[in-house]
């Protein structure tokens, strides 16, 4: 079992989509990202130079009539609550439905959808000083009322003009079939921590952070995968300084596993696609 590196992080999420113009429109109007790049049928969106969303339109695709594993939200991570407060007010006046909010004492949050259906979080973390661990160190899992008054008095002198350009994906919550396997791939065979477990979902993490994967069965155990024609999660990555170490593991854990450009692609036993980037953690995104 290895130990991956405290500043791994999600890179992207790629979706497969049936309307990309449909989607990039509202990634840009109401998450309040950039447009980076733009191709005959894909578009990324970010800020500055990093890409945190790209979207790749599929021929004749379909949107899933049952639950498949695959992505359960992307979430954005915000670098204060003051902007968490100013995108709450943006979402008001943009009258885009909330799905709901949690307080997670860690982290205060905001939950909806994208036109298609995937799952989207927009939080912002409380100084780590304020996290609250159990006696072994582990967060609670907790969801509370959220402050919605404090939150839109934080923002209130913040005027919107789209994320701010230090947002990043700061996790990716994941809806699975198999709990055990899960546990197993990403714990033994990548080397993320377990930092909040309930019977039906684990959060894993890099470091000391409250999770960048999370894994649920709240949708039924032994879903099946999406086809190849189905919108939803096509891929995430994963940016690691551990890029050689991971591999040289895999190898010798007779793990299949594809190499690009210097990058590692996988499947996880769910059947959801990630790919493993290098990345040091001294250069900026």
Do not use: C
Request: hydrophobic content about 40%.
């Amino acid at each position: 079992m290895i130990q991956i590196n405290q500043h791994t992080e999600i890179g992207k999420v790629v979706l497969k989509t049936k309307n990309n113009q449909k989607l990039a429109a509202f990634y840009k109007e109401i998450i309040g990202l950039k447009v980076i790049a733009e191709s005959v049928d894909s578009v990324s969106l970010g800020t500055g130079k990093r890409i945190l969303v790209e979207l790749v339109q599929v021929k004749r695709a379909q949107i899933p009539k049952e639950a498949k594993t695959g992505l359960y939200h992307t979430a954005f991570l915000l670098p204060s609550r003051e902007a968490l407060g100013s995108f709450l007010q943006h979402l008001l006046e943009s009258e885009y439905p909330l799905d709901g909010a949690g307080d997670h004492i860690f982290s205060e949050a905001l939950y909806f959808r994208d036109p298609e259906g995937n799952g989207i979080e927009v939080y912002a973390d409380r100084p780590r000083a304020e996290w609250q661990r159990d006696e072994a160190g582990n967060l609670p899992m907790a969801t509370n009322q959220v402050d919605g008054d404090g939150l839109l008095m934080a923002g209130a002198d913040m005027d919107w003009s789209g994320v701010p350009k230090d947002t990043k994906v700061g996790h990716i919550h994941l809806q699975i079939g198999d709990i055990e396997a899960t546990r197993n791939f990403y714990q033994t065979m990548l080397g993320f921590t377990i930092m909040t477990e309930i019977p039906s979902a684990l959060f894993f993490a890099a470091g000391d952070y409250h999770h960048h994967i999370g894994a649920n069965i709240w949708a039924g155990r032994d879903l099946p995968k999406l086809a190849d024609d189905e919108t939803g999660l096509a891929y995430f990555t994963i940016k690691t300084a551990d890029i050689e170490k991971l591999q040289a593991y895999l190898i010798q854990q007779g793990i299949t596993f594809q190499e690009k450009d210097d990058d590692i692609l996988v499947e996880d036993p769910n059947g959801i696609k990630l790919r493993i980037t290098e990345h040091s953690w001294q250069q900026k995104s």
